[in-house]
């Protein structure tokens, strides 16, 4: 039998059975790369919870800060930008890991493929939104890039602009 692309992994970072019925992470065992799975739950994890991207650290932004966002709240009591969904999510340990980061486009566009893609694998990701989700990757006019699930295209957004994010860690 072969091995499916993607595999079910625990919050203690175990991988579990397909059939598995609770789950915290998607294991991508072509790439390694795995991913937390948005959640309808009003924990941080929210799949209603939309954020501005914001990252303060002149090491990782690329030169542009973005937008904090202390203009609205998510559910599970964090402010709705990306550094603070990045920031809680490292410090739960989410599947046992502490390097969450924001995907590059790339990984995004690497996730859309079609055994991997969030919309048609919804028995991996049930709660996927399909508007564009926060890239790591800032474009040649400063904007950062979104990938939409459901159209499959990258689409540049001011850092003020409210998307949802989802997290990878490798």
Not at 133 to 162: C, G, H, K
Request: aromatic share 8%.
């Amino acid at each position: 039998t072969t091995q499916s692309r993607l595999s079910k992994v625990d919050s203690s970072g175990n991988v579990l059975d397909e059939g598995a019925a609770q789950w915290s992470c998607v294991l991508d065992n072509d790439s390694g790369l795995i991913w937390a799975i948005k959640l309808d739950d009003s924990s941080i994890h929210d799949k209603d919870n939309l954020y501005t991207w914001f990252n303060d650290d002149a090491n990782t932004n690329q030169g542009m800060e973005g937008s904090p966002g202390g203009f609205n709240s998510c559910v599970g009591g964090i402010q709705c930008d990306t550094q603070s969904y990045l920031q809680a999510t490292n410090a739960q340990g989410l599947c046992a890991a502490t390097n969450w980061r924001l995907p590059t486009a790339a990984e995004l566009q690497q996730m859309s493929e079609e055994e991997a893609n969030p919309v048609t694998q919804t028995q991996f990701f049930p709660h996927i939104n399909l508007d564009g989700y926060w890239s790591a990757t800032l474009d040649n006019v400063m904007q950062r890039l979104t990938l939409s699930f459901s159209t499959l295209q990258l689409i540049p957004e001011d850092s003020s602009n409210l998307n949802p994010a989802i997290l990878v860690h490798d």
